[in-house]
């Protein structure tokens, strides 16, 4: 094989690998942000500890209101027990019963207000909950794909490289110098083809004798534009 064909073959091998290595770049920057999971969760979060004050004070709004239902209970019993005789104690007994019936009104309204408002809660922490479901089903199955892939391209990447060290071995040192240098210094393709007449990277149009020593393909000819090596195919 000539020195041209090995160089171009190297360079095939190469830009596989370039694109082999970027694509392992994307997928790993994908498998490390999550965004869309961290604002689900915490939005839940956000949901739960809005909601849990309320239910904590409807405990104790219930509570009270157990406490406030067994005295006016026991008050009634005793105001119209008939065994209460003096008019001041009857009057006191009629004046607690209604500051009780009047606590246990307002302790109606303010569990309906804040059963209202728990309700609505609930109802947004069950739709984050399970938005937050979603996101985490998509996520693991992207996940799941994304790291089959990763490891298809791993495989790829072992695979090219065998063939790369074997591409090597038929280019001299010193045609390996250039090479690395002109794909460093020219987007990764130190080669380019003719195109007609023309450099195919470039697109400048080579003279007559350029292109002859490049179709015979027994020395290293560069693109008088651009510097890439030509290559015939
Ligand atoms: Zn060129």
């Given at each position: 094989m000539s020195q041209i064909r090995a160089l171009y073959r190297l360079q095939k091998i190469d830009l596989e690998i370039d694109q082999r290595r970027r694509r392992i770049q994307e997928i790993s920057a994908l498998l490390e942000q999550d965004e869309a999971l961290r604002a689900a969760q915490a939005q839940v979060t956000a949901l739960q500890e809005t909601l849990r004050p309320k239910e904590t004070r409807t405990a104790d709004l219930n509570l009270e209101l157990q406490t406030v239902t067994t005295q006016i209970k026991q008050l009634s019993e005793r105001l119209y027990s008939?065994?209460?005789?003096n008019p001041r104690e009857l009057e006191d007994l009629g004046h607690k019963l209604e500051e009780r019936q009047r606590r246990r009104e307002h302790l109606e309204d303010a569990l309906l207000e804040l059963m209202l408002e728990t309700d609505e809660l609930q109802g947004e922490l069950a739709q984050a909950n399970a938005h937050l479901e979603a996101v985490r089903t998509s996520r693991a199955e992207e996940h799941q794909a994304l790291a089959e892939e990763l490891k298809q391209l791993r495989a790829e990447l072992a695979r090219l490289k065998e063939e790369r060290s074997e591409a090597i071995r038929a280019i001299s040192a010193e045609n390996l110098v250039l090479y690395k240098s002109l794909r460093a210094r020219r987007h990764g393709r130190a080669l380019a083809p003719l195109n007609g007449e023309s450099?195919?990277?470039?697109?400048v149009r080579q003279t007559t004798q350029i292109v002859q020593r490049v179709r015979q393909g027994q020395e290293i000819v560069t693109c008088a534009s651009c510097g890439r090596i030509l290559i015939a195919i």
């Open positions: 008939g065994k209460v005789h450099c195919s990277a470039c697109g």
